[in-house]
């Protein structure tokens, strides 16, 4: 086999062409898609009749040799023949976004490389902008340091030094903030930085204001240099649009941020101005330059734990994370959705599409009018793209739709429309029932039903295989997180029953209506799984997760998937309970830094005068926020 694959993506597209497609008997083929579908790393399969070939995804997890290897075995088992090395064989790997296989024009061909210059001139000014960030930030260190120096053998040199690092470490952060003001953005934590760092600076304590200056700017650096979320955001397909949305919002509630940082501000003031009118001393004593460091360092800290956090808060690197997963969020509920899937209780899966493959197999027709039955069947599922749907059209593809008035559909229940004057009932046992039609028995399958003016002109019976995924899944919920497991599906009592059973779910609804699965799943702490093209109801109705949504956003969920496989719920719910407990542990980290070091700076500097003390202060919170960017970054790391 020829493919090559780009281990850079989640997903790899392969296809394989078949030797004398044409003349493989139909239900040959779908014996052998149902079985290539039910390979451990294989996600829709399916054969192409234009490019007589087989199409299927694998997931990076898995092994490309392993499952190649199973797909042999299994067309070989069923007289399939690949066109292999030196005969012409085709495999073709392609973006799972491509629309067409057609080859591009030059003049599409010269727009496309013209993007991508473009796109490379953005990325090299992008790192020269990274690098020129952290040279300004070392010379500034250095400057710093050497100010340090020689204060005390040449003060006029130590201050010009001082100036000159003050200015280096401070000039990105004076153009973000008149850049906020013009953008109407929130600026008031750099402004409280920029206003405490330059006094603290202008009375003397040059070290001082010089640390806090670089201390803001340092964490900025780090978080742009180092955890780089906006070139990740963009790696894994957000708009610049999307992303600006990102870096505004920050996830914070703006009106807190600006309560705590006018409580801050105002503290601050009441400690540089009272405690001087009790002093009984001259105004602009010693004692006053005290209280002004430590009020001024209490505006600053405020600032700085706030630029820090909403900078560097991990919903930023979660949201990165998922979506080089394959899982989007939704933009306006991401984290109000993070935080309900850290402590849900129990998971509710459907069945088609999901626990099963969405690739079925037609396993038995009964009907006395076979060319009607077969134009029903088609007809109604003509528009429809769930599971049950495709499997149909692929069964009767040689069959034309017939002219049809007044239909109807009902999700995960049936269609109603009229033909030539009678009226057609295609699907479901309780969908005929409710309907007035008497059926037989449901099997322990899937059954489409079939009827004309009040009577059954027959049914067909297929068969979904299980995922098997959906058995690690399942382990991996109950006994790694302690989440219970359901199964809610609109099949019969057999089927789901025997399903449960199978894969070892807590317990099971059948018969279920999209209202009825969204009611069950309310009632309690838990979070709905469904497929994105059978399940839009129920998922809309519960804003749960859509799984085989192809990168795009389910209308109405929380949490869509590109791919259809259920052992992805696990990876959600570990990110959420991870993003959750990095949270509680940086509210304690930020907590201890300040109250720990800005306690012993204060003492320091009205016990013993030390002038310098407050610069200790600063490098501990300091430390605090490096510890907490360090936590955050783990939700870049594989979730276990």
Known sequence: MNGVFNMDDKIKNVEIKIRDYASIDKTVLNDTLNEISAIDGVLDCKFDDESESIKYLISSLSSDYDIFSALMAICENHGIDLVFDNDDEVVVEHNQNDETDEEPDDEDFEEENADDDEEQKKIKEKRYEKAENIIVLALSAVLIVLGFIFEKSNADASMWIFMFGYALAGYETLYAFISDIAEKRYA??????????????????????????????????????FANAEVKLKEVGYTDEQIEIVKNKTFTDKQKLFVYDMILLGVGLLLIFIPPIFSGSQYWSILTQKWLCIGLGVIFFGALGNNFSSLVKNYVFARVYAASNGIEFDENKFEETLEKLSTVEKVCFDKTGVITVENGKVIGVETDSEKKFSEYIVTAEADLDDPIAKTLKEYYKDVNVVEKSDFEFIEGRGASFVVDGKKILVGSKKFLNK?????????????????????????????????????????????????????????????????????????????????????????????????????????????????????????????????????????IIKLAKRTSKINKQNKIVFIASRIIFFLLGVVLTLAVGYRLAMFWAVVGVLLGDIAAFLNDCRNLTEVV
């Open 188 to 225: 008031i934590e750099k402004g409280l930085v920029l206003v405490s760092s330059f006094v603290v600076l202008y009375f003397g304590f040059r070290l001082l204001g010089c640390a806090l200056i670089f201390s803001y700017s340092l964490i900025s650096c780090l978080y742009s240099v």
């Open 435 to 571: 309907n007035g039609v008497a059926t037989d028995e449901t099997i322990e399958n899937s059954v489409v039903y079939v009827a004309e003016n009040g009577m059954v002109l027959g049914k067909i019976v297929i068969e979904f295989a299980i995922r098997e995924n959906s058995y690690g899944a399942i382990v991996e919920l109950e006994e790694d997180l302690g989440v219970g497991s359901k199964l809610i599906s609109a099949d019969s009592k057999e089927n789901v029953e025997a399903i449960k059973n199978a894969v070892g779910f807590d317990g099971a609804i059948s018969g279920a209506t999209a209202n009825y699965k969204a009611e069950s799943v309310k009632e309690s702490n838990a979070v709905y799984v469904g497929n994105a093209s059978a399940d839009k109801e129920t998922i809309r109705r519960t804003g749960g997760i859509a799984l085989g949504a192809e990168n795009k956003l389910c209308d109405g969920a929380s949490v869509s998937v590109k791919i259809a496989d259920p052992k992805v719920v696990p990876t």
